[in-house]
C-alpha cells in the first residue's frame, strides 16, 4: 500500500487558497515550478484534473472541491504537530494570563509563583486576583484556578485536589451561645455569610447517612470576599461557612472551632480545586509549564499541612 503524497496535497491546498499558483509559490518562498509538478503529480495519482486552468484565472473543478475538504484538514493537522513539537523543543517564554480567586490567590498562588518565574526566567505573569467568575476567552485568559463543583462548559477542567466547607465559630461564641448539634440549630445563631455563594442565606448541608437539610442563620454579616469574615468569626460575632483553605491557620491554632464535622456542606458533592483552560488543542510552552508547576504545587492541599503555632 502506498502512502499518500503527503507534499503534493498540502501544496494543491496552499494554491487554493491562495488562488494562484505564482502567489502560492511565494508565499512557501519555494519555485512556481515544483508546485505546478507536485499538483500535476497528485492529479496524475488521482487520475482527474483539480484545477481548470487558463492564463487569465485558476479554478477548482468538482473533483479539486471534493479533495479540498481533506487536504486542508491534513494540512492544519500537519501545522499543528510541527508547532507543538517547535513548542516542546524550544524553552517557554512570553507572557501567561492567570485568574485565581481573591484569598487563595494572596495566600497560597502569589508566594508560589516566585519560584516559577526563578525556574522560567523568560516567562512573564500577568495574575489578576478577584472572587468574580471571569470569562476565559473574552478576556483573553491562558488558565485560571476554580473552587467549586464546576458546572458543565466548553472549557477543559483539571482537578488538583478537595476543598471542603468547613462551618466553624470561636470558642468565646460557642461558650455563650451554645454548640448547634445539628444543622437546623444554626437557624438560632448569627451567620457570617459569603455573598458570591449561589444563594449566600441559605446553607445546606448533607448527613453521612443521606439526609438533606436547608437553613438559614440569622444575617449578621455578608462580604463577598472570605477573608473578610474570618475577623468577625475570630471575634466571636457569629458562625461563618467557608473553605478550609481560608480557615486552616485559624483551626490549627485554636482561634476557629469546627463545628457540625458529621455533616458535609451543599448537595451538589466534593467541592474542589480546578485548572481550567480555554477550549482547542494547541498550547504554548510557556502555558504548559506553569499549568504543571501549579498542578504539582497543589496536589497536596499544602493549608492542611499547616503546623501548630
Not at 179 to 192: A, C, I, N, V
Given at each position: 500500500?502506498?502512502?499518500?503524497?503527503l507534499?503534493?496535497?498540502?501544496?494543491?491546498?496552499?494554491?487554493?487558497?491562495?488562488?494562484?499558483?505564482?502567489?502560492?509559490?511565494?508565499?512557501?518562498?519555494?519555485?512556481?515550478?515544483?508546485?505546478?509538478?507536485?499538483?500535476?503529480?497528485?492529479?496524475?495519482?488521482?487520475?482527474?484534473?483539480?484545477?481548470?486552468?487558463?492564463?487569465r484565472?485558476?479554478?477548482?473543478?468538482?473533483?479539486?472541491?471534493?479533495?479540498?475538504?481533506?487536504?486542508?484538514?491534513?494540512?492544519?493537522a500537519?501545522?499543528?504537530?510541527?508547532?507543538?513539537?517547535?513548542d516542546?523543543?524550544?524553552?517557554?517564554?512570553?507572557?501567561?494570563?492567570?485568574?485565581?480567586?481573591?484569598?487563595?490567590?494572596?495566600?497560597?498562588?502569589?508566594?508560589?509563583?516566585?519560584?516559577?518565574?526563578?525556574?522560567?526566567?523568560?516567562?512573564?505573569?500577568?495574575?489578576?486576583?478577584?472572587?468574580?467568575?471571569v470569562?476565559?476567552?473574552?478576556?483573553?485568559?491562558?488558565?485560571?484556578?476554580?473552587?467549586?463543583?464546576?458546572?458543565?462548559?466548553?472549557?477543559?477542567a483539571?482537578?488538583?485536589?478537595?476543598?471542603?466547607?468547613?462551618?466553624?465559630?470561636?470558642?468565646?461564641?460557642?461558650?455563650?451561645?451554645?454548640?448547634?448539634?445539628?444543622?437546623?440549630?444554626?437557624?438560632?445563631?448569627?451567620?457570617?455569610?459569603?455573598?458570591?455563594?449561589v444563594?449566600?442565606?441559605?446553607?445546606?448541608?448533607?448527613?453521612?447517612?443521606?439526609?438533606?437539610?436547608?437553613?438559614?442563620?440569622?444575617?449578621r454579616?455578608?462580604?463577598n470576599?472570605?477573608?473578610?469574615?474570618?475577623?468577625a468569626?475570630?471575634?466571636?460575632?457569629?458562625?461563618?461557612?467557608?473553605?478550609?483553605?481560608?480557615?486552616?491557620?485559624?483551626?490549627?491554632?485554636?482561634?476557629?472551632?469546627?463545628?457540625?464535622?458529621?455533616?458535609?456542606?451543599?448537595?451538589?458533592?466534593?467541592?474542589?480545586?480546578?485548572?481550567?483552560?480555554?477550549?482547542?488543542?494547541?498550547?504554548?510552552?510557556?502555558?504548559?509549564?506553569?499549568?504543571?508547576?501549579?498542578?504539582?504545587?497543589?496536589?497536596?492541599?499544602?493549608?492542611?499541612?499547616?503546623?501548630?503555632?
Amino acid at each position: 500500500m502506498k502512502l499518500p503524497d503527503l507534499e503534493a496535497l498540502a501544496l494543491f491546498a496552499k494554491v487554493a487558497e491562495a488562488g494562484a499558483f505564482a502567489k502560492a509559490a511565494r508565499d512557501l518562498g519555494i519555485s512556481k515550478a515544483t508546485i505546478s509538478k507536485a499538483v500535476t503529480r497528485l492529479e496524475t495519482r488521482l487520475g482527474t484534473r483539480l484545477f481548470h486552468r487558463s492564463s487569465r484565472q485558476l479554478a477548482l473543478t468538482e473533483a479539486g472541491r471534493g479533495v479540498l475538504s481533506g487536504a486542508r484538514a491534513m494540512l492544519s493537522a500537519g501545522e499543528t504537530a510541527e508547532a507543538q513539537a517547535l513548542d516542546a523543543a524550544a524553552a517557554p517564554r512570553g507572557q501567561v494570563k492567570l485568574a485565581v480567586p481573591m484569598s487563595f490567590g494572596l495566600a497560597y498562588v502569589a508566594p508560589a509563583l516566585p519560584d516559577f518565574l526563578e525556574a522560567y526566567p523568560d516567562v512573564t505573569v500577568e495574575l489578576d486576583l478577584s472572587d468574580a467568575l471571569v470569562d476565559l476567552v473574552g478576556g483573553g485568559y491562558d488558565v485560571a484556578m476554580r473552587i467549586g463543583v464546576l458546572a458543565d462548559s466548553a472549557l477543559v477542567a483539571r482537578r488538583l485536589c478537595d476543598v471542603r466547607l468547613l462551618a466553624i465559630a470561636a470558642p468565646a461564641y460557642l461558650k455563650a451561645r451554645g454548640t448547634p448539634e445539628h444543622p437546623r440549630d444554626l437557624s438560632t445563631h448569627d451567620g457570617l455569610t459569603y455573598g458570591l455563594a449561589v444563594t449566600p442565606e441559605i446553607w445546606r448541608f448533607r448527613s453521612m447517612d443521606g439526609e438533606d437539610v436547608a437553613v438559614r442563620p440569622r444575617p449578621r454579616l455578608q462580604s463577598n470576599n472570605g477573608d473578610a469574615l474570618m475577623a468577625a468569626v475570630r471575634r466571636g460575632l457569629g458562625i461563618a461557612l467557608l473553605p478550609d483553605f481560608i480557615c486552616a491557620r485559624d483551626v490549627q491554632s485554636e482561634q476557629v472551632v469546627p463545628i457540625l464535622s458529621g455533616w458535609l456542606n451543599g448537595l451538589t458533592g466534593v467541592a474542589g480545586l480546578h485548572l481550567v483552560t480555554p477550549p482547542g488543542g494547541h498550547r504554548p510552552a510557556r502555558v504548559t509549564a506553569l499549568i504543571e508547576f501549579l498542578a504539582a504545587r497543589f496536589a497536596a492541599a499544602p493549608w492542611r499541612q499547616v503546623k501548630q503555632r
